[in-house]
T-cell receptor, first 113, second 112 residues
Framework: EAQVTQNPRYLITVTGKKLTVTCSQNMNHEYMSWYRQDPGLGLRQIYYSMNVEVTDKGDVPEGYKVSRKEKRNFPLILESPSPNQTSLYFC????????????FGSGTRLTVV | DAKTTQPNSMESNEEEPVHLPCNHSTISGTDYIHWYRQLPSQGPEYVIHGLTSNVNNRMASLAIAEDRKSSTLILHRATLRDAAVYYCILRDVEEYGNKLVFGAGTILRVKS
């Protein structure tokens, strides 16, 4: 089944403790992206990657890092999480330079205390 | 990014058709019209997209105005499982970054 898989689904952590949220897709898509969703603010793009080793900032990149060493994986790294990064995170993928739809993961609910 | 305008919420009866409108008066020639929906506690789900002509798939139909300044997502027979937030988004395939910009969307409530 074509899908985007995120792990973990739920995570509670403490301020300052580095964490990684993994994202993997099995559709050979070049493009991958991370969004966060917050009440009243909607879905906002954090980072995106047009292909392997090509990453760019989205609208809200502060406090996050990403890497794209392989086509299928696009992990989101929080080096020093803070409570304002408590949010619902979604990973998505799509073929680049096409009009095709995105495929989204099921989400990771992160709580930073 | 070209903007879209959708009603905040709509209500439908089960088994009846639903027409979800979207206005996009500043659409450019390279913008595709995309629709996504987000069910409670799930990630957004692609529904349909189109450029100029009306489109049909197993989930819905997309009717695009001749001047492309508006479009309508049509669910032919609403079910309780269709209750979700529906997003109308313009996607410029020539724009570097491929970004989807989500607005507030339309909350669709389906009554049994």
């Amino acid at each position: 089944e074509a899908q985007v898989t995120q792990n973990p689904r739920y995570l509670i952590t403490v301020t300052g403790k580095k964490l990684t949220v993994t994202c993997s897709q099995n559709m050979n898509h070049e493009y991958m992206s991370w969004y966060r969703q917050d009440p009243g603010l909607g879905l906002r793009q954090i980072y995106y990657s047009m292909n392997v080793e090509v990453t760019d900032k989205g609208d809200v990149p502060e406090g996050y890092k990403v890497s794209r060493k392989e086509k299928r994986n696009f992990p989101l790294i929080l080096e020093s999480p803070s409570p304002n990064q408590t949010s619902l995170y979604f990973c998505a993928s799509t073929p680049t330079w096409t009009e095709e739809g995105y495929t989204f993961g099921s989400g990771t609910r992160l709580t930073v205390v | 990014d070209a903007k879209t305008t959708q009603p905040n919420s709509m209500e439908s009866n089960e088994e009846e058709p639903v027409h979800l409108p979207c206005n996009h008066s500043t659409i450019s020639g390279t913008d595709y019209i995309h629709w996504y929906r987000q069910l409670p506690s799930q990630g957004p789900e692609y529904v349909i997209h189109g450029l100029t002509s009306n489109v049909n798939n197993r989930m819905a139909s997309l009717a695009i105005a001749e001047d492309r300044k508006s479009s309508t997502l049509i669910l032919h027979r609403a079910t309780l499982r269709d209750a979700a937030v529906y997003y109308c988004i313009l996607r410029d395939v020539e724009e570097y970054g491929n970004k989807l910009v989500f607005g507030a969307g339309t909350i669709l409530r389906v009554k049994s």
